[in-house]
Nanobody
Framework: QVQLVESGGGLVQAGGSLRLSCAASGRTFSSYGMGWFRQAPGKEREFVAAITRRGNTTYYADSVKGRFTISRDNAKNMVDLEMNSLRPDDTAVYYC????????????????????WGQGTQVTVSS
């Protein structure tokens, strides 16, 4: 069982930056691939970024590539999402998610392959 708690959301002007953090419980954090997803009002949840268990491979949605950076610290059971050059269309509730064990790269992009989810944190980007 893994519990995930996101933090760091808030209100920021377009062009600004935010850093989201996800704290995970449990002693086997390094066994989980981690992802960030987001859901805007009236839209489906979408993939944002993911990182493999050891942190040696990352994946990004095209819409955030070059602006967002995902990282993890297995010693601290933390995964972060650094968001720069924010745009109004980045406004959404951002969710941290964990998936156990090995998975092919394509599974990191699909929410149905994740086992645990946080409660979400709101990010609002004003124009």
């Amino acid at each position: 069982q893994v519990q995930l708690v996101e933090s760091g959301g808030g209100l920021v002007q377009a062009g600004g930056s935010l850093r989201l953090s996800c704290a995970a419980s449990g002693r086997t954090f390094s066994s989980y691939g981690m992802g960030w997803f987001r859901q805007a009002p009236g839209k489906e949840r979408e993939f944002v970024a993911a990182i493999t268990r050891r942190g040696n491979t990352t994946y990004y949605a095209d819409s955030v590539k070059g602006r967002f950076t995902i990282s993890r610290d297995n010693a601290k059971n933390m995964v972060d999402l650094e968001m720069n050059s924010l745009r109004p269309d980045d406004t959404a509730v951002y969710y941290c998610a964990a998936k156990y064990g090995y998975s092919p790269g394509s599974h990191y992009l699909n929410s149905r392959f994740y086992d645990y989810w946080g409660q979400g944190t709101q990010v609002t980007v004003s124009s």
